[in-house]
C-alpha cells in the first residue's frame, strides 16, 4: 500500500482538476456520469474479474439501490426523514447489499454457467415485477425525486452539477480506494483462487460457496452505491436502470477495459461513457460501432485494453519499448486508412439524400464517385494493414526476446 | 370454460413448438461445443429478415429453402473465424462473444433493414381455418408450424441416433479425440453442426416471422426464453428441450388465458384487504399479469433444485 501512495495521491488530485480543464456543461455532464458508471464496472469486476462469476444481471442491485435512493430523497423532500444528500450512495449501498445477500444466498452455490442463468433469471424476473409494483417502481415512467430540498451540506445544496461532481467523485474515491483493499484482504485472495481452481480451494478446507457469497455482497453493495449516484446527478430513475440492457453495458465496460487488472473496468468505463455521450452526438450507428469494437476486443485482446497495455511489460524491463515506436506508427497509418474508408461507407449508405462531410470533401449517396473513394481508401488501408503486419511482428518478437527467461511469468 | 382450455392448449402448443425448433439447435450446439450460443434468437430473427427480402422476390417457399442455407453458411463463418479463435480464451470469454454477437446482429438488421416492422405475410395457401371449435377458428399457418416442429424433432432425432453421421457426431461429443485418430475432420464436424444449428434457428424464424412480426426487436424478445427452455429441459438433452418447451409455452398459455389473482385466492381464505393498503399491487396481482414471468421463475427453481435440469446429466 505504501508503494502506491503516489497513485492514489495522484488519482485523487485527478479528481479535483478534471473538472477545471473541462469546465463545460457538456464536460462536467461526462465527468459525473464517469463517476457512476466507474463504480458500478468495478464492482462487476470484483464478480468477473476478481470472482470468476459471469453475471447477467448485476444492474439489478444497481437499480434497486437507485430506486430505494430517489425514495429517500422524496422522503427528505417531504421533511419525513432527515438525512443529509451527500450520504445517499449509502442508502443505495445498503439496498444493494440486502438484495445481494437475499439472492447470493442460494445463486452462489455455483459458479460458471448456472450462476449466469440465475443471475439472467433473476434480473428478468425483477425487471417483470418492477412493471407489476407500480408504487415502487413507477411503471414505465420511473421514478422523480429533487436533490436540492435536503438540509444544505455546509452551504452546498447541490443546484450545480460540478458541485454533485465533486460529491460524485468523494464517493468514487472512496469506493474504489475499498475496493481495491478488498482485493488485498483474505477474501479478495479467496474469490481469486475459487475462480482459478475451486477444487484445490476445498481441498485447502475453504467453501467456495463462502467465497463466492462474500464477493457476491461486496459487489451488490457498491453497485448500489453507484445506484445511488446515479439517483442524485439523474434525480430521476426508470426501469430501464435495472434490465438487461444496463446489465449487458456494465459487462462491455468491464469486458472492453480488461477484466483481469483492478485498473481495466476504469479504462473501460471512461471509454465507453466518452462514446456514449459523444460519438452519439455525430452518428446514428454508434451502437454498431460499439458492437464492432466489443467484438474484436474478445477475438482480438481478450485480457482487453488495460491487458493491451500490460502486453508491454516485457519489452519495457527490456529497455526496448522504443523500438516498437516506429512499426506501431507505420501500422497506424493503413489502420486508419481502413477505419476512415469503413466509417465513411456506413455513414453515407445511411445519409439518403443527405451530403456527407468527409474530410473536406462532400459525398453524396448517389454519386458512384463517392462510393469509390471509399471503397478505394478501406481497400488500400486494408491491403496496408496486410504489408506492414510482418514488420511489426518482427518488432514485437525483437523487443520480447532476450530477457524473457529471466521474467518467470511471459504472459 | 371448455374452450378457453382448448385453445389456451393449442396456442400453448404453437408456442412451444416454435420455442423448441430454436431450443433444438441451441442444446445441439451446446452439446458438442459446450458453448451457450447467446446469440441463437439473432440467427432466428436473421432467418427471418432475409426470408421477407426473398419473398418478395421468390415467394415464402423459396425463402423457406434458401433464407435457412445463409443463415447457415453465416453461422458456420462466425464458428470458423470467431467462435474457434475465443475458443482459446475459455468458456467466459466464448458467452460473452456470443453476447457481443447479439448485440452486433441487432444493430446490423437495424442497418440494413431499418427499425420499422416489415410486412411480411404467410403464403394465401394457407389463408383458411383448417377446423373450428365452439365458433372460434384455427389458422391452417397455426398447423403448419406444428407440422413442421414436429418434422424438425422426428428428423433430428432419427439422424442423431440411427444414422451414420449422428453416430459420428455423437462421439465426437464425448471422445473429440479418438474421433479425430480414426479420421474425421473433429473441426469440420463442430463448423457443420454450428452451422446446422444456426439453419434450424433460421428455419424456426421464416416460420414465425409472419405470426409474431418480423421487426428488430424479435431476438431479444424469445432470446431469453430460448435459453431459460433449454436450461430447464437440461444442457444438451433433446427430448429435455422438447418437454421443457412445451412446458414453457402451456405454462404461459394457460396464465394469460386463467383469469384468477390474489383477489380470489385471499377469498378462499376469507380475508381481503383494504384499496388504500400501501401493497395494494401486490393483493390484487393475477394470473396473466405475473405471466411473462413465469418461464424465469421456473428456471430459478430448477436451478437451485435440480441444477442439471429436468433431463440433463451434466452440469456446466
Redesign the interface.
Known amino acids: 500500500m505504501k508503494k502506491q501512495l503516489p497513485v492514489w495521491l495522484g488519482f485523487a488530485l485527478a479528481l479535483i482538476i478534471l473538472p477545471q480543464i473541462f469546465d463545460s456543461v457538456l464536460g462536467i455532464s461526462i465527468l459525473n456520469q464517469m463517476t457512476i458508471w466507474i463504480i458500478f464496472a468495478l464492482s462487476y469486476n470484483m464478480l ?1 474479474g476478481q470472482g ?1 462469476m ?1 453475471s ?1 444481471g448485476h444492474a439489478v442491485y444497481f437499480g434497486l439501490g437507485g430506486f430505494m435512493s430517489v425514495h429517500a430523497l422524496n422522503l427528505i423532500a417531504d421533511e419525513i426523514i432527515v438525512f443529509s444528500i451527500t450520504l445517499i450512495p449509502l442508502v443505495g449501498g445498503a439496498v444493494g447489499l440486502i438484495a445481494a445477500v437475499f439472492i447470493g444466498s ?1 445463486s452462489t ?2 459458479s ?3 450462476f ?3 443471475s ?3 434480473g ?2 425483477i425487471v ?2 418492477s412493471l ?4 415502487f417502481f413507477g411503471g414505465e415512467a420511473g421514478v422523480t425525486g429533487d436533490r436540492t430540498y435536503g438540509p444544505p451540506f455546509f452551504g452546498i445544496e447541490f443546484l450545480q452539477d460540478a458541485e454533485v461532481y465533486y460529491l460524485g467523485a468523494f464517493w468514487l474515491f472512496v469506493a474504489t480506494l475499498f475496493m481495491y483493499l478488498f482485493t488485498q484482504t483474505p477474501a479478495g485472495r479467496m474469490a481469486n483462487a475459487v475462480r482459478d481452481n475451486p477444487e484445490r480451494a476445498e481441498f485447502i478446507g475453504y467453501s467456495t460457496r463462502r467465497v463466492r457469497f462474500i464477493s457476491f455482497c461486496a459487489a451488490g453493495l457498491f453497485a448500489g452505491v453507484a445506484g445511488g449516484l446515479f439517483a442524485i446527478n439523474y434525480e430521476f430513475i426508470t426501469e430501464e436502470n435495472l434490465n ?1 440492457l444496463t446489465s ?1 453495458r456494465v ?2 465496460m468491464a ?1 472492453i477495459g480488461g477484466l483481469g487488472f483492478f485498473i481495466g473496468p476504469i479504462v473501460g468505463a471512461v471509454i465507453l461513457t466518452l462514446m456514449n455521450s459523444l460519438l452519439s452526438n455525430y452518428s446514428e ?1 454508434w ?2 460501432y ?3 469494437m ?2 474484436l476486443t ?2 482480438f485482446l ?1 485480457r482487453g485494453f488495460a491487458g493491451f497495455i500490460m502486453m508491454h511489460q516485457t519489452a519495457w524491463r527490456n529497455r526496448r519499448l522504443g523500438m516498437l515506436i516506429l512499426p506501431y506508427l507505420i501500422t497506424a497509418i493503413p489502420v486508419s486508412l481502413f477505419l476512415a474508408g469503413f466509417v465513411g461507407l ?1 455513414e453515407l ?2 445519409k439518403g439524400d443527405d451530403i456527407l462531410p468527409f474530410f473536406g470533401l462532400s459525398l453524396g449517396a448517389d454519386s458512384m464517385l463517392s462510393w469509390g473513394i471509399l471503397l478505394t481508401l478501406a481497400g488500400a488501408g486494408a491491403l496496408g494493414v496486410k504489408l506492414s503486419r510482418p514488420r511489426l511482428n518482427a518488432a514485437w518478437a525483437a523487443a520480447n526476446t532476450v530477457a524473457k527467461d529471466a521474467d518467470g511469468d511471459a504472459r | 370454460m371448455a374452450e378457453v382450455f382448448v385453445f389456451a392448449t393449442l396456442n400453448g402448443l404453437v408456442t412451444g413448438l416454435l420455442l423448441f425448433m430454436l431450443a433444438s439447435g441451441l442444446t445441439l450446439i451446446f452439446s458438442m461445443m459446450g458453448v451457450l450460443n447467446f446469440a441463437h434468437a439473432s440467427f432466428y430473427m436473421l432467418g427471418a429478415y432475409f426470408a421477407y427480402t426473398l419473398s418478395t422476390y421468390i415467394g415464402f417457399w423459396g425463402g423457406l429453402l434458401i433464407a435457412p442455407l445463409i443463415v447457415g453458411c453465416i453461422g458456420a463463418a462466425i464458428e470458423r473465424y470467431g467462435l474457434r479463435r475465443v475458443h482459446q480464451s475459455g468458456h467466459v470469454a466464448e458467452l460473452v462473444f456470443t453476447f457481443g454477437l447479439a448485440f452486433l446482429i441487432e444493430e446490423a438488421v437495424q442497418f440494413f433493414w431499418g427499425r420499422d416492422t416489415k410486412n411480411y405475410q404467410s403464403p394465401e395457401l394457407f389463408d383458411f381455418a383448417l377446423f373450428s371449435l365452439f365458433g372460434q377458428e384455427f389458422s391452417a399457418y397455426r398447423g403448419f408450424m406444428i407440422a413442421i416442429a414436429c418434422l424438425i424433432f422426428a428428423g433430428l432425432y432419427f439422424i442423431l441416433t440411427r444414422s451414420r453421421v449422428g453416430i459420428i457426431i455423437q462421439a465426437s461429443i464425448s471422445h473429440p479425440q479418438t474421433v479425430a485418430n480414426l479420421g474425421h475432420n473433429v473441426p469440420l464436424i463442430f463448423m457443420c453442426v454450428f452451422g446446422v444449428g444456426t439453419a434450424l434457428a433460421g428455419v424456426a424464424g421464416v416460420i414465425a416471422g409472419p405470426v409474431l412480426t418480423t421487426f428488430p426487436g424479435m431476438a431479444t424478445v424469445l432470446g431469453s426464453i430460448v435459453f431459460v427452455v433449454v436450461v430447464i429441459g437440461g444442457l444438451g438433452s433433446l427430448p429435455g428441450a422438447l418437454i421443457a418447451s412445451l412446458l414453457v409455452g402451456l405454462l404461459q398459455s394457460y396464465a394469460i388465458a386463467a383469469d384468477v389473482g390474489m383477489p380470489e385466492l385471499l377469498n378462499l381464505f376469507g380475508v381481503s384487504f383494504d384499496s388504500s393498503h400501501p401493497l395494494d399491487d401486490l393483493w390484487t396481482l393475477n394470473l396473466p399479469q405475473i405471466a411473462p414471468v413465469l418461464p424465469y421463475l421456473l428456471l430459478v427453481l430448477v436451478l437451485i433444485f435440480k441444477p442439471t435440469g429436468l433431463m440433463g446429466n451434466r452440469e456446466q
Open positions: 468477473l470468476g459471469l447477467f442460494f452455490r455455483k460458471g454457467t448456472v449466469a442463468m440465475i439472467l433469471g433473476i428478468e424476473l417483470a415485477s407489476i409494483f407500480a408504487d438487461a449487458g459487462l462491455l469486458y450507428m451502437m454498431l460499439l458492437g464492432i466489443f467484438l474478445v477475438l481478450p456506413v449508405s445511411h
